[in-house]
C-alpha cells in the first residue's frame, strides 16, 4: 500500500517563517519552463497566521521520512511530489526546505546500466525525463542526467542538461529531431547544443543521422527554431529508398524569413548513387498591391552503376517567374514566365496537372 501523506508544514516561530520564505519555496518555478509573469504575480499563496507557509502532496511505496531539525524530507520507492504546477516522480526524492533544493533518481536494476522509476517532471503539458535530476526552486538551475524534452513538435535529448537562467540551458552530447519514433529515422547530433526556451536550438559541429548511419561531411554550425508561426530555420529532410536512384534524403534546406514581405527556400536531394537536385524559391509580397516570385531548379540524374554498360546521365533545368499586381480597380497586370530543358516536366514533375500542360 503507498503511504500518502499531505504535509502542512507549520512553524510558529515568525524567523524561521522568513528562512523559508527567502529560500524561493514559497515561489516555486518550473525546472526548465518558464512560469510567465503573469502567473507569478497572480500567486495569491501568502504565509496565513500561525505560519502556514504552503501545501505539498507527497507519496512513497517504501516510505517517507520527514527530519524536522535538518528541514529535510526523504521519499522511497515509487515517490511523488506535486507542488502548485509541478509534478515529479522518481524512485527516491530528496527535498531541503532550507536551500530549495531536490534531488531525484531512479534505481539501478538486475540489468547492468539500467535504471527503474527513473524520475519524470511534467509542468504545464510539457514532460522531461532523465536517470537523475537535481535542481533548485530558488535560483532555477539544475541539470538532468541522460534527459529528454519535447517542444511543439521538436525532440531533443541529451547525456546531461544543465539550465543555467530561466530560459536557458546547455546540453551535452545532444540529439535533435522532428521524427516522433522512439529511434528517430533520422536526427542531427552534436557535442554542444545551446536550447532557448521557445526560441530556438543552437549547435555547433552538428552531423547529420540517417537511421544511425551519418552524414560524411558535418555542419560547422546550426540554428533550429523553437517558437511558432513563419520564421527562418533548417528544413528537416525526408528519406528513403528509390529503385533507380538509390537510398535518398531529400527536401533538406534552409528557410530564410528575410523580412515581412519576402523569403527564401533553399533545399535539395541527394541520392547514395550519385544524383542530386538543387532547388530555391525567392517570393515577394505586399498586400493589395503585388506579389510574385523566382524560382529555379536543377538536378543531375545518374540511372545506373560506374561499370553499368547501359548507365546514362541527364542534366534537367527549370526557371520560373511570376508578377501580380493591381494598379486601379480596372488595370492589373499578371505575368507567368517559364523556361526548362526539354525533357524536365516529363522527368521531374510528378503532379498530374502538371504534366498534362500544353503550354510553357
Known amino acids: 500500500m503507498r503511504i500518502f501523506l499531505l504535509i502542512i508544514i507549520i512553524f510558529s516561530v515568525q524567523e524561521f517563517a522568513q528562512q523559508i520564505d527567502s529560500t524561493g519555496l514559497s515561489r516555486p518555478d518550473s525546472l526548465l519552463r518558464p512560469v510567465s509573469d503573469s502567473l507569478t504575480s497572480s500567486d495569491t499563496t501568502k504565509p496565513k497566521p500561525g505560519g502556514i507557509d504552503t501545501v505539498i502532496n507527497a507519496s512513497s511505496a517504501d516510505s517517507l521520512v520527514f527530519v524536522v531539525g535538518e528541514k529535510e524530507m526523504y521519499l522511497y520507492g515509487k515517490s511523488e511530489i506535486q507542488y502548485r504546477q509541478t509534478d515529479l516522480n522518481a524512485a527516491n526524492i530528496k527535498v531541503h526546505f532550507e536551500t530549495g533544493d531536490v534531488d531525484a533518481e531512479g534505481v539501478p536494476t538486475d540489468t547492468a546500466g539500467k535504471y527503474a522509476d527513473t524520475p519524470v517532471l511534467k509542468d504545464k503539458g510539457e514532460t522531461y525525463e532523465g536517470f537523475r535530476m537535481k535542481f533548485n526552486f530558488k535560483s532555477q538551475r539544475g541539470f538532468i542526467a541522460s534527459a529528454g524534452t519535447e517542444n511543439e513538435g521538436a525532440y531533443y535529448t541529451g547525456a546531461k542538461i544543465k539550465k543555467v537562467d530561466k530560459d536557458t540551458y546547455f546540453i551535452k552530447d545532444g540529439v535533435y529531431t522532428t521524427c516522433d519514433k522512439k529511434d528517430p ?35 560547422p554550425f546550426a ?33 530564410w524569413a528575410i523580412s515581412d514581405y519576402m523569403d527564401l527556400n533553399l533545399n535539395g536531394d541527394y541520392y547514395t548513387r ?14 493589395y498591391h503585388f506579389t510574385g516570385s ?20 541527364r542534366i534537367d533545368w527549370r526557371l520560373k517567374l511570376t508578377h501580380n499586381q493591381s494598379f486601379t480597380p480596372t488595370m492589373r497586370l499578371d505575368a507567368n514566365l517559364e523556361f526548362t530543358s526539354g525533357n524536365f516536366i516529363s522527368r521531374n514533375i510528378t503532379d498530374f496537372n502538371q504534366l498534362l500542360r500544353n503550354e510553357i
Open 274 to 287: 550519385g544524383s542530386y537536385r538543387v532547388n530555391s524559391r525567392f517570393r515577394y509580397a505586399e498586400r
Open 294 to 313: 523566382v524560382e529555379g531548379e536543377y538536378s543531375d540524374l545518374i540511372n545506373g552503376l560506374p561499370l553499368d554498360p547501359d548507365r546514362s546521365e
Open 223 to 255: 540554428i533550429f527554431p523553437l517558437e511558432s508561426g513563419r520564421r527562418s530555420g533548417i528544413i528537416p529532410p525526408v528519406f528513403g529508398d528509390d529503385g533507380t536512384y538509390g537510398k535518398y534524403f531529400a527536401r533538406f534546406g534552409y528557410f
Open 185 to 219: 529515422d533520422y536526427y542531427f547530433y552534436s557535442p554542444k547544443m545551446k536550447v532557448v526556451q521557445k526560441e530556438e536550438v543552437m549547435a555547433e559541429w552538428i552531423w547529420l543521422f540517417v537511421g544511425d548511419v551519418p552524414f560524411p561531411v558535418p555542419l
